[in-house]
Antibody
Framework: EVQLVESGGGLVQPGRSLRLSCAAS????????MHWVRQAPGKGLEWVSG????????VYADSVKGRFTISRDNAKNSLYLQMNSLRAEDTALYYC??????????????WGQGTLVTVSS | QSVLTQPPSASGTPGQRVTISCSGS????????VSWYQQLSGTAPKLLIY???QRPSGVPDRFSGSKSGTSASLAISGLQSEDEADYYC???????????FGGGTKLTVL
């Protein structure tokens, strides 16, 4: 059974940093690209970033480019999102999601339950 | 403002057929496949339709998708109360080099 479990969310002040993690199990992690997608309270889905199977291709939404960094550790079956210079508008539930392919296609067949990030002073 | 445009709401009575539209452009729907996600209240999104009209195993055949040009649609036939959810379309955007979602459609079963 595919499982994606996010962690690392919490309350953080504007301008500070936070690192999210996603532990994957139930599939061969290094055979697939992975993504982060967020959802602000009461709002729709917003794609944040994606990473290919071997970290050779990293893609970001314009809203986070230069502030967020996606990475993965295939030996640990883990996906990460380093979030710097956080803003109030980054407040959201952050989902980890599995792609159907080794390269980022954006077709997301499994999602975690999310970890909540709140940016506030 | 979402790149893909969906109606904010839709509704129907049990047993009815409902369609949800998704409008994009040549850089997303016009050149890539469309997927649809269902999000029940308080839960994570679930893949409902991929590659425009394919259903993952376990998704009832009451759900169907189609695409024409720069638009796509999701149809739900034999509407059931458990279909009440938010529905999102998505596609890769070649200009933005990333995934774009619609703003979501809240489906109410009357």
């Amino acid at each position: 059974e595919v499982q994606l479990v996010e962690s690392g969310g919490g309350l953080v002040q504007p301008g500070r940093s936070l690192r999210l993690s996603c532990a994957a199990s139930g599939f061969t992690f290094d055979d697939y690209a992975m993504h982060w997608v967020r959802q602000a309270p009461g709002k729709g889905l917003e794609w944040v970033s994606g990473i290919s199977w071997n970290s050779g291709s990293l893609v970001y939404a314009d809203s986070v480019k230069g502030r967020f960094t996606i990475s993965r550790d295939n030996a640990k079956n883990s996906l990460y999102l380093q979030m710097n210079s956080l803003r109030a508008e980054d407040t959201a539930l952050y989902y980890c999601a599995k792609d159907i392919a080794i390269a980022a296609t954006g077709l997301l067949d499994y999602w975690g339950q999310g970890t909540l990030v709140t940016v506030s002073s | 403002q979402s790149v893909l445009t969906q109606p904010p709401s839709a509704s129907g009575t049990p047993g009815q057929r409902v369609t949800i539209s998704c409008s994009g452009s040549s850089s997303n729907i016009g050149s890539n496949t469309v997927s649809w996600y269902q999000q029940l209240s308080g839960t994570a999104p679930k893949l409902l339709i991929y590659s425009n009209n394919q259903r993952p195993s376990g998704v009832p055949d009451r759900f169907s998708g189609s695409k024409s040009g720069t638009s796509a649609s999701l149809a739900i036939s034999g509407l059931q109360s458990e279909d009440e959810a938010d529905y999102y379309c998505a596609a890769w955007d070649d200009s933005l080099n990333g995934v774009v979602f619609g703003g979501g459609t809240k489906l109410t079963v009357l």
